[in-house]
Antibody
Framework: EVQLVESGGGLVQPGGSLRLSCAASGFTFNNYAMAWVRQAPGKGLEWVSSISGGVASTYNADSVKGRFTISRDSPKNTLSLQMNSLRVEDTAIYYC??????????????WGKGTAVTVSS | EIVLTQSPGTLSLPPGERATLSCRASHSFTSTYFAWYQQRPGQAPRLLIYGASSRATGIPDRFSGSGSGTDFTLTISRLEPEDSAVYFCQQYSSSPYTFGQGTKLEIK
């Protein structure tokens, strides 16, 4: 069974940093692109970052460019999101998602349960 | 950026009826790169439809997708209480991925 389990969320002050992790199991991790999608309280879905399978090319939304870094550790089947210079508007549930292809721009066929990030003073 | 606009915002229907949800794109794109997701209260999104009309694994045939260009539709027939959820459309044709704002479906 394919599973994605996020961790690392919490409360952080504006300007602070946080590192999210996503433990993947049940599929050949390196063969698939992965993504982070967030959902602010009571709002819709917003794509944040993606990383392709294999060569691990990365793509980021303009709203997080220069602040967030997506990475993957294939031997450990783990996806990460390093979030720096956090802003109040980054407050959201962050979902890890498996992309249904090696390249980054495709649909997301499996989602984790999410981890909550709150940016507040 | 391709903007997706969903309608209606909220839809209330009784069990057994058929729901029709719409998603309109600001620019035309190939239907291969279009998906629908369901998000039940307190849960993560779940893939329903990809490629505009292909059902994801385990999705009942009550759910069907159609459309091309700029207009896409999700139809849910024989509504059940468990279909109460927010439904999001998504395009993955060009960067950035974008989602519609969602349609809330209430079954009552």
């Amino acid at each position: 069974e394919v599973q994605l389990v996020e961790s690392g969320g919490g409360l952080v002050q504006p300007g602070g940093s946080l590192r999210l992790s996503c433990a993947a199991s049940g599929f050949t991790f390196n063969n698939y692109a992965m993504a982070w999608v967030r959902q602010a309280p009571g709002k819709g879905l917003e794509w944040v970052s993606s990383i392709s399978g294999g060569v691990a090319s990365t793509y980021n939304a303009d709203s997080v460019k220069g602040r967030f870094t997506i990475s993957r550790d294939s031997p450990k089947n783990t996806l990460s999101l390093q979030m720096n210079s956090l802003r109040v508007e980054d407050t959201a549930i962050y979902y890890c998602a498996k992309v249904a292809a090696t390249w980054a721009y495709y649909y997301m066929d499996v989602w984790g349960k999410g981890t909550a990030v709150t940016v507040s003073s | 950026e391709i903007v997706l606009t969903q309608s209606p915002g909220t839809l209330s229907l009784p069990p057994g009826e058929r729901a029709t949800l719409s998603c309109r794109a600001s620019h035309s794109f190939t239907s291969t790169y279009f998906a629908w997701y369901q998000q039940r209260p307190g849960q993560a999104p779940r893939l329903l439809i990809y490629g505009a009309s292909s059902r994801a694994t385990g999705i009942p045939d009550r759910f069907s997708g159609s459309g091309s260009g700029t207009d896409f539709t999700l139809t849910i027939s024989r509504l059940e209480p468990e279909d109460s959820a927010v439904y999001f459309c998504q395009q993955y044709s060009s960067s950035p991925y974008t989602f519609g704002q969602g349609t809330k479906l209430e079954i009552k």
